[in-house]
């Protein structure tokens, strides 16, 4: 659909770049322009709205200020970038590629006078088009391609330029540094070496996946979008309306009705599209889990004894809509709460422990639990979760009832097998995990309830070999709808390729979590996925025959930012003694994929009473160096010097070809 931005005055001509020009370049080289113009504005936008700042940007390049032409054989390589990819001079694209990747920038660039976590103001954003009923987003690629999505996501504007420079426009360096800097900047080197960790060395892989569907805004797909809003503020409108007459209606007749249900019929009977019919939920065969490639929610048959009660639903999806003042209302961060555009999954319905329980799953992105008191007295509660792109481990739970400090969770079809396990004593066998016919489990204490962290209750699921993917996996409760998977990734071992992260139900696993579980006290309620324990580096410890061990403990969110906790491990004699949390860092992609690489540090006091900085990186790590308070220096990924308590001192290392990273936090 054609983007109609607003006329502004056109490059000069004569000895400027005209106009022609401009169009010239933009037309022959739009799908490359418009895709590092998507790559580079911000995912905070939506994939709608950034699909369509794009290609405003790319159009928008032909108009503004006018630039000068470089006399021929004058065009600097550095400044403006001028050499295409294809080795021809090419000053017009130049110039359009510098305005677009300016214009891209502006999306994120705050003026310094503005608070700190505020967007930017909308004064100084580019205006889109206006698209009604529709919304637009590129193609899904694959889980590679996602994964890299997400970490994007996690560095800011400039650094997700220089990586589309370098690997879309295939710039030098030092072109890239150039043109960031002519874009405005301020620190074009930063964003260019953040942007080369990011690829990690493998430029070929990560721009093959930059130039897939995942990335490409000119190939879209659409879906109904504001027309839905505009039903559902009309359907809103209507409710009011009629809920309002309702109650007018009442008042004057003085009938205050026998258990105040009634509002709900009237609720739904308001919503075109049976989105609130309890008729119209979608309902899973109960065995298609076993003959199906896409193992999640979307897999899971209604269980309960009330998956039939009308009434039930009707009131469990009114609440949905309506709201009413007393619910209580509990999301995970970045959860909507909107009501269903569509028909939901009905998981479950059922009674459990005093309560009466509903569980839905709404169209691959979030799961909705609505509970309600047996007997009649008190307020409804609705738990919102996102849940998207689960699988199957992140599919194989919800809980679906607590009491006092206890969790019983509905299970998967697959799992086969559960039981559970403290995680603070990895020698003790796991216990069998009692589950009734519907899938429901009996009560597991819930980890950090008492005071302290004595404890932490962790349940240990086995999947059915109906999926081929009988293996066995640890989930946990942090206080929200879905549970966390928890994996570990075991020390690097000599000569052999780096490991990938693994169950954490054999030996290695159990006793690294029984450092670390208490960790995790510091994540509930953060709308946490995953969290896996990765154990980077072993260092002996000087004056003594004993090693400790370096982890990054790497916490993933559905909604896609993660945090990172250094923890160091030193040998102990408990094998429950609790890591020390040395440095931490939000939002990054450190300690995944795409951050392989990581150093810090820390300050020992050895048994014999003398302090030591001690430093490590991860096995890449050729040299690594502490300067400050105290100094040293050492060619290998590990390094002790001796230091007075409380030394301040910085940590950074040398990564093969010679780039540097700082210690994490």
């Known amino acids: 659909m054609p983007l109609h931005p607003p006329p502004l005055r056109i490059l000069g001509t004569g000895t400027h770049l005209g106009v022609e020009e401009a169009e010239a370049a933009l037309v022959e080289h739009y799908p490359r322009l418009v895709r590092l113009a998507y790559l580079t504005l911000p995912p905070a936008l939506g994939r709608h709205r950034r699909v369509l700042a794009a290609h405003t940007v790319v159009q928008r390049a032909m108009y503004g200020r006018a630039h000068r032409t470089p006399a021929p054989g004058r065009v600097p390589a550095p400044r403006s970038a001028a050499r295409a990819a294809d080795g021809r001079q090419t000053p017009a694209y130049a110039l359009v590629r510098l305005r677009v990747v300016r214009s891209a920038l502006a999306y994120g660039r705050r003026p310094r006078w503005w608070p700190e976590r505020a967007p930017a103001p909308a004064a100084l954003r580019p205006s889109l088009p206006v698209v009604r009923g529709l919304r637009l987003f590129p193609r899904a690629g694959g889980m590679d391609e996602f994964t890299l999505d997400r970490t994007l996501a996690e560095v800011p504007s400039p650094v997700r330029a220089a990586l589309g420079l370098s690997l879309l426009e295939k710039l030098s360096g030092d072109s890239t540094l150039a043109l960031l800097a002519e874009a405005g900047v301020r620190d074009p080197a930063g964003a260019v070496r953040a942007a080369t960790r990011i690829a990690d060395g493998d430029h070929e892989r990560v721009g093959k996946m930059l130039r897939s569907d995942e990335f490409d805004p000119c190939t879209v797909q659409t879906r109904p979008g504001d027309l839905l809003r505009r039903r559902h503020r009309m359907r809103a409108g209507a409710t009011a309306l009629v809920l309002l007459a309702v109650a007018g209606g009442l008042a004057l007749s003085g009938d205050r009705g026998t258990d105040g249900a009634e509002p709900v019929p009237a609720l739904l009977r308001t919503v075109p599209g049976g989105a609130l019919d309890p008729a119209k939920l979608l309902r899973t065969p109960p065995d298609q889990w076993a003959d199906t490639s896409r193992v999640d929610f979307t897999a899971w048959p209604p269980r309960g004894g009330r998956t039939d009660d009308r009434a039930l639903l009707e009131r469990a999806l009114g609440t949905w809509a309506g709201r009413p003042a007393d619910a209580t209302v509990t999301t995970t961060p970045g959860t909507s709460t909107v009501p269903p555009a569509e028909p939901p999954r009905l998981l479950f319905a059922g009674d459990l422990d005093g309560e009466t329980v509903v569980l839905f799953h709404d169209g691959g992105v979030r799961a909705v639990r609505y509970a309600e008191p047996r007997a009649g007295q008190g307020a409804p509660a609705l738990d919102f979760a996102r849940v998207d792109d689960a699988d199957v481990t992140t599919a194989a739970a919800l809980a679906v009832g607590r009491s006092g400090s206890a969790t019983r969770f509905l299970l998967a079809p697959w799992v086969a097998e559960s039981a559970t396990r403290d995680l603070l004593r990895p020698g003790t066998p796991a216990r069998a995990l009692p589950v009734d016919q519907d899938g429901v489990t009996a009560a597991v204490p819930r980890p950090g309830a008492g005071a302290g962290c004595v404890s932490w209750p962790a349940v240990q699921l086995r999947s059915s070999d109906r999926i081929v993917e009988k293996h066995a996996f640890l989930i946990t409760d942090l206080g929200e709808l879905a549970p966390v998977h928890l994996t570990h990734t075991p020390l690097p071992a000599a000569g052999v390729p780096p490991r990938q992260p693994r169950e954490a139900t054999g030996p290695d696993g159990l006793a690294g979590w029984a450092h670390t579980a208490c960790s995790l006290l510091g994540l509930r309620g953060s709308g946490v996925r995953a969290v896996n324990d990765w154990h980077f580096a072993r260092q002996p410890l000087p004056g003594t025959r004993s090693t400790a061990d370096w982890v990054c403990t790497r916490a993933d969110t559905w909604r896609g930012p993660g945090r990172v906790l250094v923890q160091f491990v030193p040998s102990a004699s408990s094998p429950s003694a609790r890591a020390d949390v040395v440095s931490e860092r939000r939002n990054t992609a450190l300690c995944s994929r795409f951050g392989q690489h ?51 001192f910085r940590v950074s290392a040398v990564l093969p070809g010679g780039s540097t990273i700082s210690s994490v936090g």
């Open 598 to 648: 990581v150093a810090a540090g820390t300050l020992w006091k050895s048994p014999a009473g003398g302090w030591y900085a001690l430093a490590a990186g991860s096995r890449a790590v050729r040299r690594i160096e502490i300067s400050g308070s105290v100094r040293g220096r050492s060619d290998g990924p590990t390094l002790a010097v001796r230091a007075q308590r409380e030394t301040g």
